[in-house]
């Protein structure tokens, strides 16, 4: 603590250590002293709008006591009140959740003014006060808290779903930037169960303000013989938790999210099939991608997860060519890390059904043999022997030439300012095109090489169709 004030340990490590999990970030409100008197000791202050200060030593923030007063829409219309004379309680009672305003004093006495021990115990959580509707970024927060905590069993108190619900109606969650929906939304990705994060947000009406790519997919129906759980937006969530079981990364959980979402465009017409869904996705997660200015690894692996799912899944139907197309599309030589991300969200695809669960994605296991064939296919040696096959002719070729050349008629001579201009060009056009040639040799010849060893693997003949 901080010796010669009075200094209360708060928030979410008072509450994480009474749930007997893992503290990871300590935060303190200080209550009577000044600024001028923490800079004093050595502390430096973060932020020109809150009086936050990091310590010296172990750079945990303190708070001076504070209250806050709403003067405009958005989570940034608000007026900071901090001075000696703010209490504790005054300062607790600006939070937002009930467990979230618990203190701790120096001799390790838990300070509760609002109930948080007792939602604690019964495992809600519930606003503090009216003022959570002022900031808009609490409807975020408490999906995530949910989302985090849903492994323990916690709801969402039913007075604190009717307040977020009034303040999606009053527009206050279109105040929200990008930045800060991405942040929320990349935290709520590393939870237990990422999908209560979704469906809190609908509960309240938030998810079709915030996320509509994911909100029209409820009620969407899919085929019941792949999918017995036929609503594409319960799917949805199944695989997104399912990826939370298979991957503690936020990108595969982001790109299990993404995988259907051109479900929730296809044409009533022709449903419950869903033909064309993995393009459409790809757009869909271009434009949210765009939106929530989402970080480029999470965008590129949700691209190709959604581009490529379906041919994954069918493995055992597809043409050598086809495999390749895949393996090349997903550029698995080159970033195997990132191509076998993509096999755990068509996992997760596969078993986010209900009665797959828990069964074994016998698919990955071959993409993985393919993609080590096609690795091992020595593409330096191949580039090596087109090279000097092609020299090899360059020189035969330059040989014919220069027999020609001495054997000219001895007209040429008198215009031989336009003939060494139109020799250059010509050289010109056959040395790109010789390498041109070149170049689609190589490729030609390595996509052969690739091919066989796909055949080889999966013990196809020779004479398989391509």
């Known amino acids: 603590m901080l010796s010669g004030f009075e200094t209360y340990l708060v928030g979410g490590a008072v509450r994480d250590r009474l749930l007997q999990r893992p503290v990871e970030e300590r935060d303190y409100v200080v209550v009577g002293a000044t600024p001028e008197q923490l800079l004093a000791l050595g502390f430096r202050q973060v932020g020109a709008d809150f009086p936050v200060f990091l310590h010296p030593h172990t750079q945990d923030e303190y708070a001076l ?67 959570f509707s002022e900031d808009p970024v609490r409807l975020l927060r408490v999906a995530r808290f949910a989302a985090q905590f849903a492994d323990l069993g916690f709801s969402v108190a039913p007075e604190t779903l009717e307040l977020m619900r009034a303040m999606v109606e009053a527009g ?54 792949w999918h017995p759980e036929i609503d594409t937006g319960v799917h949805a969530m199944m695989v997104l938790d399912m990826s939370a079981r298979l991957s503690p990364l936020p990108e595969v959980r982001f790109a299990a999210l993404g995988h259907d979402l051109g479900k929730g465009t296809t044409p009533a017409e022709i449903l419950p099939s869903h033909k064309g869904h993995e393009e459409r996705s790809v757009g869909l997660i271009h434009a949210l991608c765009d ?89 330096a040696a191949i580039a090596r022997a087109a090279a000097i096959s092609r020299d090899g002719a360059i020189d035969r070729g330059a040989a014919d030439t220069r027999g020609a050349a001495n054997a000219r008629d001895a007209t040429i001579a008198r215009d031989a300012d336009s003939a060494i201009t139109s020799d250059a060009a010509s050289a010109c056009e056959s040395r790109i095109a010789r390498e041109a040639a070149s170049g689609n040799l190589i490729a030609d010849r390595i996509r052969r090489a690739r091919l066989q060893a796909i055949r080889e693997v999966l013990a196809l003949e020779d004479g398989a169709p391509d």
């Not at 990008?178 to 990422?194: G, I």
């Open 291 to 379: 939106r929530l200015r989402v970080p480029n690894r999470y965008r590129e692996l949700a691209v190709i997860a959604a581009r490529y799912h379906g041919l994954v899944h069918k493995i055992g139907e597809l043409r050598p060519t086809t495999i390749l197309e895949v393996l090349e599309g997903a550029d698995a030589c080159r970033r195997p890390e990132r191509f076998e991300r993509m096999l755990l969200v068509c996992e997760a695809d596969y078993r986010g059904r209900a009665t797959y669960e828990e069964r074994h994605y016998a698919q990955g296991e071959r993409w993985r043999v393919c993609q080590a064939a096609i690795s091992g296919v020595d593409t």
């Open 65 to 131: 006591a504070r209250t806050e007063r709403k003067t405009r829409p958005g989570y940034r219309g608000f007026v900071v009140h901090a001075a000696p004379g703010v209490t504790l309680k005054e300062d607790l009672r600006r939070r937002d959740l009930t467990v979230n305003a618990l203190a701790e004093d120096e001799a390790g006495e838990v300070i509760d003014y609002f109930g948080g021990l007792a939602d604690l115990e019964a495992r809600v959580l519930r606003h503090v006060s009216a003022a």
């Open 172 to 225: 206050e969650v279109d105040a929200l930037v990008p930045e800060r929906v991405w942040q929320e939304l990349d935290k709520a990705l590393a939870a237990p169960k990422p999908a209560r994060f979704f469906e809190v947000l609908r509960q309240c009406g938030a998810l079709a303000r915030l996320f509509p790519e994911v909100d029209r997919l409820w009620g969407v129906p899919q085929p019941v013989k």
